[in-house]
């Protein structure tokens, strides 16, 4: 880790093809700088996408990255840290990605209490296929596939992380910068599962869930003096459907993350050449 690192040694030499006010961009910058203020640099980092608008967002960041396929980029990531339990693991992607066909994944890495932080862009509609309803849309959000809403209430992933036992779950609004860069930050620095849900507006295919919606619904809970260490106070704010919230909603103290917990500390990504003593026998045994 380096304090000389600034946010922009993250940026790549490609350039993003997001739609011009995509709110992908400010939740990357706050991405950047949450990392490189954690000391963290591109030589230790690995981010892992999933599929979406969001899933570009390993080309567009200076570090190790994989995009994965739909779905799965938290099993990649949980794979990367035990395997390199010395890197700082950052997982992205989408509200469809992650609540819908990555939903199992994400109880189960949530449960676990992986040593990693996972931001999910959540504008509340499929934007890279152009508009759907995805599974935290509103239950009356027409779109083209759904001309009268989807007529089921939304996903709502803070309570599902709080209900698989989350250590860490925060929500923050990527044109507020600042406060943006800092719950990342925090996430980061969490001993645990860091999950932050940010509301990034899609700006072509949503004009529900806009910039000044949230600036005018947002309600700071740094600001309203809520305690992230209150278990029950997390599940008043986190339940509440009168309102949206930005901050830190819950936070274990005593979290302990799953390599610590299982005595994983050594890096276990260096392969010896060969196949692993008696692993053929093993093989005819069952061929």
Known sequence: MSSDVRFTDFKSDKQPTWCPGCGDFGTMNGMMKGLAETGNDPDNTFVVAGIGCSGKIGTYMHSYALHGVHGRALPVGTGVKMARPDLEVMVAGGDGDGYSIGAGHFVHAVRRNVDMTYVVMDNRIYG?????????????????????????PPVNPLALALASGASFIAQSFSSDALRHQEIIQEAIEHDGFGFVNVFSPCVTFNDVDTYDYFRDSLADLEEEGHDPTDYEAAKEV??????????????????????????????????????????????????
């Not at 890279?128 to 089921?152: N, Y």
């Not at 830190?248 to 302990?256: A, I, L, R, T």
């Not at 299982?262 to 990504?269: I, Q």
């Open 128 to 152: 890279l296929t152009k508009g759907q309803a995805s599974p935290t849309s509103r239950s009356d959000f027409e779109t083209s596939t759904t001309p009268e809403g989807p007529k089921q």
């Open 238 to 287: 986190i339940l509440d459907g009168e309102k949206e919230y930005q901050g830190v909603m819950y936070q274990d103290e005593n979290s302990v993350p799953y390599h610590e917990q299982h005595g994983v500390t050594e890096d276990m990504s260096d392969i010896p050449d060969g196949a692993p003593e008696d692993a053929m026998d093993l093989v005819r045994e069952f061929y």
